[in-house]
């Protein structure tokens, strides 16, 4: 019996371009009518995909995003815009 870790990789995913998905939530949103600041703040503290428009494949784009990456690149791009 060998002594060593394996290694497994999970099936391979795309890498995600969260601010373009933000974007494209946003836009949708606001073709909606809706306040996109107001519905991704819900979304974001609740976890109910709901509060995002089906409308251009928004819901679905956020949801490819888990939603603590999401807050913790919102929060370092925030402060990188401070100085």
Not at 58 to 63: S, T
């Amino acid at each position: 019996m060998d002594d060593q870790t394996r290694m497994f990789a999970a099936i391979d995913k795309e890498p995600v371009d969260t601010r373009d998905i933000l974007t494209r939530v946003w836009a949708a949103l606001e073709e909606k009518g809706y306040e996109p600041l107001d519905q991704i703040v819900g979304y974001l503290v609740s976890g109910d995909p709901s509060y995002i428009t089906a409308h251009g494949d928004a819901r679905r784009l956020i949801q490819n995003l888990e939603r603590t990456d999401l807050l913790e690149e919102i929060v370092a791009d925030y402060f990188k815009n401070l100085a």
